[in-house]
Every structure is written in C-alpha cells, then in structure tokens.
C-alpha cells in the first residue's frame, strides 16, 4: 500500500435546489507509472490510483478511469446538480486493491 | 569573488545542468523508443477502437482546455467540457483522454451521469513530449465525438 495517502474534498456546505456545484478533489499519491528507473537502475514497479468514483446519496454521479498519464496527486474537479441535501461520497481504487475514502455533506434548500 | 558573481555563476552551473539532464531525457527518450514505441496516432485510433467501437466520431461540441507550452510535462493541466443539456434521455456518457506521443496512448476516461449537471471535468497529467491531446466523447444517443489540440511540452515527463 502507498504510504501517506491523504485524500482532500472540496465542496460547497450549500447549495440552491436544482444549482451545479463544482467539487474540488486531491489525492496525495505518487502514481509510480512503472516506467521510471530508481537508484538501482531497476525499474520501479507500477503503483497508481486507478480508479475513482463519486456517489450522492447513493447514486452515482461520476467516475474516473485513471491511467499511469495521470499526474503525481491526482486533482480531479468536476460538476454535480443537486436537487436535496445530502453526502457525496468519494472513493478511490488503489493497483494494490487498497481503497481510500471520503464523504462531505451538503445542506441544499 | 563577490556574491553576486557567486550568484550567477551559480546560475549559469545550474543552467548547464538543467541542459545536461534535458539531453540526458532526451537521450532516454530515444532508447526508450528503439525500445518501447512511443503511442503514435495509428495507436490512439485503436485505443480508440477498443473502448467506442468502429464508430465514426463527429467533429464539434467538445472544448479542450490545455496550455499552447508546457513547461514541465510531469503535470499538465487538462480541462474538458463537452456541449450537451445532460438531462436523463441525452446526456454525455463517457470521455476519454488520449496522448499520442506518451509511452501508452491511454490518459484518462471520465465517466459522466445526468446528475454531473454538466459535462466538464479537468485533471493534471504527464506528457513525455511535444504531442496531441484527443478528446472522445461518447453521448447517450450513441453518437461520438472527437477533438484533438497540441501542447508544446519542454520538460517530458512519464520518468523519461
């Protein structure tokens, strides 16, 4: 497992019924892309975040597909229309099967 | 010798090592390509394929945003927006990013729902050089969509 994975969320405490948010996240990670050399001259073995996905109140909203093309710390913004109040719910799928999550509520009315 | 001309002797050493190690990616770059290809066109067109089909994409409604220089290929900003009312019957399903001049042609794909309120996302990601971003947009209806733009890259990135 990556060390010191720390995700970040972005977004709005409140919102308008039916208004489009936009919704910041950061994900500290070094998305080894399997393709860099260490010290050692050997390769260092492929360890990214592959995918993301985002839920409110259950359904889903948006996902990622990540490939090792994705930068080191991934920052991903997007939008969401929300119609109540409610939790997003973000979660993030790592190569080794480990997965980080974050959730962050908004009061919408 | 003064500080200042410390300084900028300083400098001017650094400079010379910042060259000496863009030759050095630049050497890597080659060997990597004598031995791993670099992605090209033909294959993003079947990375493409694979995940759309044979079908074929229609220009306009997609807004790449990518800066003209690069200065650092480690992290590129990417932002993409797709025309669309995204309500429940036509909404924008899927976009995936490519890079034609990376290790592997496959960036990203950004998968969307009529509860994104809008098709457009934006990410950081690694270009190994000068090269071309593709955008496919993938619609509920079933129609395609396709864009492309290029970034002038100074520093690869992807470990070159």
Known sequence: MAKGVKPRVRVPGKAAKGEIIEIKTL???NMESGRRKGKDGKLIPRSIINKMEVT???KPVFTADWHPAISANPYMSFFAKVEESGEFAFKWTDDDGSIYEKTAKITVG | MST?????ALSRREALLLAAGATIVAAGGVVLKSGTAHADQKMVDEAVM???GDKKPAEGKITLELPQIAENGNTVPVGVT????MTA???????????????????ASLHF???SGKASASTRIRLAGTQNIVAVAEMSDGSVFRAQQEV???IGGCGG
């Open chain 1, 27 to 29: 994900i500290s990670h």
């Open chain 1, 56 to 58: 409110f109140n259950g």
């Open chain 2, 4 to 8: 200042k001309q410390a300084l900028s």
């Open chain 2, 50 to 52: 694979k995940l759309i």
């Open chain 2, 82 to 85: 797709v025309d669309s009312p």
């Open chain 2, 89 to 107: 019957d036509n909404y924008v399903k899927v976009v995936h990013l490519f890079a034609d001049g990376n290790p592997a042609p496959e960036v």
């Open chain 2, 113 to 115: 729902t009529p509860m």
């Open chain 2, 152 to 154: 002038k890259v100074t």
